[in-house]
C-alpha cells in the first residue's frame, strides 16, 4: 500500500517511514509558523480570559495550506475571512492552519488548569465546508488535537473543554488553530471571535 505522500506524485516513501517523516516535517513547518508570531497582538486579556476579537484578527497566522487576510469593513463586523486550499487529510497533520497565538502570561495561567476554547464563525456561501476543525496547540508538551465540528452560514460558537498540560519550563509558543475547509476547496469561512476561558476548578 503506497503512503499518502506518494499519491501526490511526488514522493514515493515506504508505508513503515512515512508516519516518522511525516511528523518531522510537521515539527519544522509549525516552529516555521511560529517563528512569525506576531508580537503585537491587540487581544484582550484578563486573569481567566482571553479573547481575539476586531482588530486582534489581523493578527492571525497561516500555516501551510491555508489562507488568512483581515476584513475590518465587512458588514458583520471586523472579521478574519479563512479558507484552505489543501484538504485537511493531506496537509492538517503538517500545518497549524490559521493561527492565533496566545501571549505568554497567559499561558501560564492555564498551566495544569481546563479550558474552554470557542470559536465565532459561519461559511460564506451555502455551498460552503459544513465543518471545520480546531484545537490547541502547545510547543510539544501536549495539544488537544484537532476536534471537527459542524458550521452553517450563520455564525455559530464552536467549543471544546480540554484539561491543559502542567507548565514545567518549555519555551513559550502556543496558539489556538483552525482548519477551514477540511475538502481544500479554498471556499472561505468567517472568524468574528475566538475565546479561550479558564474555568473554575471543581473538586476532585
Known amino acids: 500500500m503506497m503512503s499518502r505522500l ?13 508516519y516518522p517523516l511525516a ?5 519544522l513547518l509549525i516552529t516555521a509558523a511560529l517563528l512569525m508570531r506576531p508580537y503585537n497582538a491587540a487581544a484582550v486579556v484578563t486573569e481567566n480570559e482571553l479573547v481575539f476579537q476586531g482588530v486582534a484578527l489581523a493578527d492571525l497566522v497561516n500555516g501551510p495550506g491555508t489562507n488568512v487576510r483581515f476584513d475590518p469593513g465587512h ?3 471586523p472579521v478574519a475571512r479563512a479558507s484552505s486550499t489543501a484538504s485537511f487529510e493531506m496537509a492538517g497533520p ?4 490559521i493561527a492565533a497565538f496566545v501571549p505568554d ?5 492555564i498551566s495544569g488548569r481546563r479550558i474552554r ?10 455551498d460552503g465546508p459544513q465543518t471545520v476543525h480546531i484545537g490547541y496547540f502547545t510547543s510539544g508538551y501536549g495539544d488537544s488535537g484537532w476536534r471537527e465540528q ?3 452560514t450563520r455564525y455559530t460558537t464552536l467549543s471544546f473543554e480540554w484539561d491543559a498540560p502542567v507548565y514545567d519550563g518549555q519555551e513559550f509558543n502556543e496558539s489556538v488553530g483552525i482548519w477551514p475547509d477540511p475538502e481544500g476547496k479554498n471556499r472561505e469561512i468567517l ?9 473554575p476548578d471543581t473538586p476532585r
Open 6 to 18: 506518494a499519491t501526490l506524485g511526488r514522493i514515493n516513501v515506504p508505508d513503515w517511514a512515512f
Open 23 to 27: 511528523a518531522g516535517i510537521a515539527a
Open 75 to 77: 458588514e458583520d463586523g
Open 94 to 97: 503538517l500545518s497549524a492552519g
Open 105 to 109: 502570561a497567559f499561558e501560564t495561567r
Open 117 to 126: 476554547v470557542e470559536y465565532q464563525v459561519r461559511a460564506v456561501e451555502a
Open 150 to 152: 459542524p458550521i452553517t
Open 191 to 199: 472568524i468574528r471571535r475566538i475565546r479561550i476561558f479558564i474555568l
